[in-house]
């Protein structure tokens, strides 16, 4: 099943795991955008460096530490996304309690491991 995701941290650094996520993501067949500091292209996919509108988000997958989410949680919320993966190290409790309130799923886990072991 086709889940659009947005990479939200997406980094031009190949050694990022939001990197790496990207180039799975796409390797598996899902739509894939991402937001990140730098633009650039990973996998064939654009990094944009603004809260663009994007539609149809079923998944956002996060790689930025709980601190700098809070600028994104009116974005996210916006999005209307099916679930938000909090990779490791990205965990967010006041996040997931918006989350909670706004009926949106979410998972503590890895992003790289769910498409690996075709959860995702």
Known sequence: ????????GASLNPSRYSYLAINRLVGNGQP????GLKKGKVAGVEIQTEK????????????????RQHEYYD????????????NPGTENPELYQLLRKNNIDFE?????????????
């Not at 099943?1 to 939200?8: A, E, F």
């Not at 974005?75 to 909090?86: A, D, E, G, T």
């Open 75 to 86: 974005y996210i919320l916006s999005l209307k996304p099916n679930r938000v993966i909090f």
């Open 52 to 67: 663009l509108p994007f539609e149809n988000i079923d998944t956002v997958t996060l790689y930025l530490n709980a601190k």
């Open 108 to 120: 503590n886990s890895c992003t790289l491991v769910l498409l690996s072991s075709q959860q995702y």
């Open 1 to 8: 099943m086709k889940k659009k995701t947005l990479v939200l």
């Open 32 to 35: 894939t955008v991402a937001i």
